[in-house]
């Protein structure tokens, strides 16, 4: 087998001195007080450091002495570095970790012919706070290219090792999406919001906090780490390694399977929860069997908005699964079905929820045709869902096709059932039983609705306002009389 070119062995070196930097630095420093760390941990960053940019020390110098201006900082940077351990000033300790941090990162800056002036213009200090703060994140992306790199090699090193750093890319890219979709059904109901507020407890009482909490920061120091140094490299404009032939990388186009479907489950996982509490207490609640503590109304008002972006998310999700996910044999491709269609039932779970929680709203403050044009977009998810799930196992059928004439058909149905009618029809029912009526939006509604509210003012001949809207319909449609103007709700309204 043909080793990696020397730029690739390089740069696989300085990924893996970074994440070796990154579980060190969490170990010297989190939880613990500063000493003989401070110097230590130096020494492990000056062999990255000469480690990647062997070759680029001396040579040509933007101006006479910046190599020698940046090994003569090594004086007072070992001096201060030592501090930590001869001294115990909390002020200076604190200061010198400023200090030092600007040392470091002018020394290498010097020494990489990383700044366009010398070091004592002011340009120069300029330069050196982009270095800190804006280049490691305008070249955030690299080490995760270094680490697709790795995954295109799997097959070539080992399928042991391809399959573990697969599974970690899945759970890179899940973690952020976990975020939007935790924050999103946290917000949607408050009895999956105090579950996932226990989880800290839970973490802590085990012990697992700390280690969560260590690994996020070893995580967080490697990826700072190789984009600085990367960033001193190649100062310019942010670039992607080099990487496999065009040949190879157009056969590459899509997600692994195994990455693909790490994060399908993860998704699934929290969806899971979340549909097990829906219904132990969400579809309880359309029989009176509200959560604790919480008022009828207010739980049917939270997270309508949250439920249907979410499903909207998976749509997306679900469009991804079905076109950038690589083939991976018979077994593969089932699994991949499967999660897929794992993915439709939750979602179908919460349109259900959004639908539920809607009607209980509905039933506490009233219809409005907002509320029914909100019953209607979520039954058309539903049918997208049913189509979507048809195709997750039939290759031939057409989404696009299914979308399309479903939202032409969902759009004349909308057009013909008359939603002022209705609105007025629903609202009439729920005064009867309630005894509750929204009267300042029923006499915003068109002459559609005229049926329902004369049958209304028959039953309730108090509401003198209904005889008022009703004898101004009357006025307007004397005025449509002529032929051209003549349209079916209006002429009932004609005596």
Request: with cysteine.
């Amino acid at each position: 087998m043909r080793n990696p070119a020397p730029w690739r062995q390089r740069y696989d070196g300085m990924l893996w001195l970074a994440i070796l930097l990154g579980l060190f630095g969490q170990y010297l420093f989190l939880g613990r007080a500063t000493g003989v760390s401070v110097p230590l941990y130096l020494l492990c960053i000056y062999g990255m450091f000469f480690y990647a940019a062997k070759g680029r020390l001396g040579g040509f110098e933007r101006w006479r002495g910046q190599l020698r201006s940046g090994l003569l900082l090594l004086i007072p940077i070992f001096l201060l570095s030592m501090t930590y351990v001869l001294y115990s000033n909390p002020f200076f300790h604190r200061l010198n970790a400023i200090v030092l941090i600007i040392l470091v990162t002018a020394q290498m800056m010097l020494v990489t012919k990383g700044g366009s002036v010398p070091w004592h213009r002011l340009k120069f200090y300029r330069e050196m706070i982009r270095q800190l703060f804006v280049q490691p994140v305008l070249h955030i992306r690299e080490p995760f290219l270094i680490l697709g790199g790795w995954l295109r090699a799997g097959d070539e090193e080992g399928k042991e090792r391809s399959h573990i750093l697969k599974v970690l890319s899945g759970m890179l890219i899940a973690a952020p999406l976990l975020l939007i979709i935790v924050a999103l059904l946290s917000s949607a109901d408050g009895i999956f919001q105090s579950w996932i507020n226990a989880i800290p407890q839970v973490l802590e009482q085990a012990g697992l906090d700390a280690v969560v909490a260590r690994m996020l920061a070893a995580l967080a120091i490697a990826v700072y780490l190789f984009c600085f140094m990367w960033s001193l490299l190649f100062p310019g404009k942010p670039r992607q390694a080099p990487s496999a032939p065009p040949e190879e990388e157009k056969a590459a186009i899509g997600m692994n399977a195994v990455t693909a479907g790490t994060v399908l489950i993860c998704v699934n996982a929290v969806y899971a929860l979340f549909a097990f509490l829906q219904f132990s207490y969400l579809f309880g609640a359309a029989e009176g069997l509200l959560p604790e503590g919480v008022a009828y109304a207010e739980y049917a008002r939270q997270g309508f908005a949250e439920l249907v972006l979410l499903s909207l998310m998976n749509q997306g999700l679900l469009l991804m699964g079905l076109h950038f996910i690589l083939p991976a044999g018979a077994l593969g491709e089932l699994a991949r079905r499967v999660l897929l269609s794992l993915l439709l039932c939750s979602t179908f779970v919460m349109l259900a929820s959004a639908y539920i929680r809607l009607s209980l709203y509905e039933q506490a403050y009233g219809y409005t045709i907002a509320r029914l044009l909100a019953h209607g977009f979520m039954i058309f998810l539903g049918l997208l869902l049913a189509a979507a799930l048809i195709r997750v196992w039939v290759d031939r059928f057409s989404l696009a096709k299914a979308y399309l004439c479903g939202a032409i058909a969902a759009y004349v149905i909308m057009n013909y059932v008359n939603l002022d009618a209705r609105v007025a029809e629903n609202n009439a029912e729920r005064y009867a039983a309630s005894g509750e009526i929204d009267m300042s939006y029923l006499l915003t509604l068109s002459a559609d609705a005229a049926p329902a509210m004369m049958e209304l003012h028959r039953q309730h001949p108090d509401l003198a306002q209904l005889e008022e809207w009703l004898e101004d319909l009357a006025e307007d449609a004397d005025d449509r009389a002529h032929w051209a103007s003549w349209n079916y709700s209006w002429q009932r309204l004609r005596p």
